[in-house]
């Protein structure tokens, strides 16, 4: 059972950065996604950027230009850099995780394992 670990969370005033981070325990997949999503308050969770397990990244067009997405294989753990940030941006932020056929390189929209979240919050 795959276990994801979030970390970084917080407060911050608007233009400011944070980097989230997604440990990795017992991931067993050699071809994977790994994404983040949000949580607003009265919103559905949102997906907004995913990585492969080649490297190819995708992102959601209210965070694309200042999140990035990142994974460090050697330590197992998965990087969301979010930079310039707004009010709106503050939410839950959970990352997921899901095995794939190998070769497959398009992103799914479902994810089979979740970590816990950590919290976001943009000051204007």
């Known amino acids: 059972q795959v276990q994801l670990v979030e970390s970084g969370g917080g407060s911050v005033q608007a233009g400011g950065s944070l980097r989230l981070s997604c440990a990795v325990h017992?991931?067993?997949?050699?071809?994977?996604?790994m994404a983040w999503f949000r949580q607003g308050p009265g919103n559905e969770r949102e997906a907004i950027a995913s990585i492969n397990s080649y490297g190819g990244t995708t992102y959601a067009d209210p965070v694309k230009g200042r999140f990035t997405i990142s994974q460090d294989n050697a330590k197992n753990t998965l990087y969301l850099q979010m930079d310039s940030l707004k009010p709106e941006d503050s939410a839950m932020y959970y990352c997921?995780?899901?095995?794939?056929?190998?070769?497959?390189?398009?992103?799914?929209?479902?994810?089979?394992?979740w970590g816990q979240g950590t919290q976001v919050t943009v000051s204007a």
């Open positions: 997921a995780a899901v095995g794939l056929r190998v070769g497959t390189i398009t992103c799914p929209r479902n994810y089979n394992s």
């Open positions: 017992r991931y067993t997949y050699s071809s994977y996604c």
